[in-house]
C-alpha cells in the first residue's frame, strides 16, 4: 500500500529536550515536505526536499532542521524545541517537479512544555 | 490562500444541496492549484487539481474553477453528503518560478445537514 507514514503519532516533551519525528515514504517520491498546522491557520510549510541531499527552507523554518540522506525518509529535528512548538505536524511527499498532488502522513501531534 | 485568524469560515449546507468553498490565492506566478480534504484526525487528502493553463475542471462530483484575474480559485460540490464534513484547503504550488513551495489557505469548515 502507498503511504507516508510517521512517527511518533504524539509526543510530549519539555522545553530544550532534542527530538526526531521521522517521515517515510515507500512511493519512491523525490519531492518530501513538512508542514505544521495551527488553529485557523492552514498548513504552514517548514522543509521540503527536491532530492537525496537537497533541501531548502519553506515560510516557518526556524527552530527545526531536516536531512534527507536517503529518497525514502525525511526526519525533522528539533533541537530545542519551545513551546511556540506545540503543532500538529504533517509530511508529504509527491512526484517531481511538484505538478501532482502530495500525500500527507497521518500527523504528529507535539506537546513542548 | 488568506489567512483568516484563528476562525475558520464555516459553511452550512443541507444535505443534496451543491456546495461551493471559495479561496483567494496569494501569488499571480503560482501554476498549480489543488483542493485538500481534511477529515478529523486525519492528514489531508487529495480532491482534485488544476494547472494555470485552465479555468476549470471537472471530477466525480466536485467542480474547481479558477479565474487568474482576480486570483480567485472555488470548489463546487455536487450533491453533497453528510461524509463531505471536513475541512477542504486549497493550495497553490509556485513550482520552477517559486522555489518549489506550496502554500495552503487557512481553510473552509464543511457542515452538512442531514
Known amino acids: 500500500e502507498a503511504q507516508v507514514t510517521q512517527n511518533p503519532r504524539y509526543l510530549i516533551t519539555v522545553t530544550g529536550k532534542k527530538l526526531t519525528v521521522t517521515c517515510s515514504q515507500n512511493?519512491?517520491?523525490?519531492?518530501m515536505s513538512w508542514y505544521r498546522q495551527d488553529p485557523g491557520l492552514g498548513l504552514r510549510q517548514i522543509y521540503y526536499?527536491?532530492?537525496?541531499?537537497?533541501?531548502d527552507k519553506g515560510d516557518v523554518p526556524e527552530g527545526y532542521k531536516v536531512s534527507r540522506k536517503e529518497k525514502r525518509n525525511f526526519p525533522l529535528i528539533l533541537e530545542s524545541p519551545s513551546p511556540n512548538q506545540t503543532s500538529l505536524y504533517f509530511c508529504?511527499?509527491?512526484?517531481?517537479?511538484?505538478?501532482?498532488?502530495?500525500?500527507f502522513g497521518p500527523g504528529t501531534r507535539l506537546t513542548v512544555l | 490562500g488568506e489567512s483568516v485568524g484563528l476562525h475558520l469560515p464555516t459553511l452550512s449546507v443541507q444535505e443534496g444541496d451543491n456546495s461551493i468553498i471559495n479561496c483567494a490565492y496569494s501569488?499571480?506566478?503560482?501554476?498549480?492549484f489543488i483542493w485538500y480534504k481534511q477529515e478529523s484526525g486525519k492528514g489531508p487528502q487529495f480532491i482534485i487539481d488544476?494547472?494555470?493553463?485552465?479555468d476549470k475542471r471537472q471530477g466525480q462530483r466536485v467542480t474547481v474553477l479558477l479565474n487568474k484575474t482576480v486570483k480567485h480559485l472555488s470548489l463546487q460540490i455536487a450533491a453533497t453528503q453528510p461524509g463531505d464534513s471536513a475541512v477542504y484547503f486549497c493550495?497553490?504550488?509556485?513550482?520552477?518560478?517559486?522555489?518549489?513551495?506550496?502554500?495552503f489557505g487557512a481553510g473552509t469548515r464543511l457542515f452538512v445537514k442531514a
Open positions: 508529504a511527499s509527491s512526484n517531481p517537479p511538484l505538478m501532482d498532488t502530495q500525500y
Open positions: 512511493m519512491n517520491h523525490e519531492y
Open positions: 526536499s527536491m532530492n537525496v541531499e537537497v533541501t
Open positions: 501569488n499571480s506566478a503560482s501554476d498549480y
Open positions: 488544476i494547472r494555470s493553463n485552465m
Open positions: 493550495a497553490e504550488n509556485k513550482g520552477n518560478t517559486g522555489g518549489f513551495k506550496t502554500i
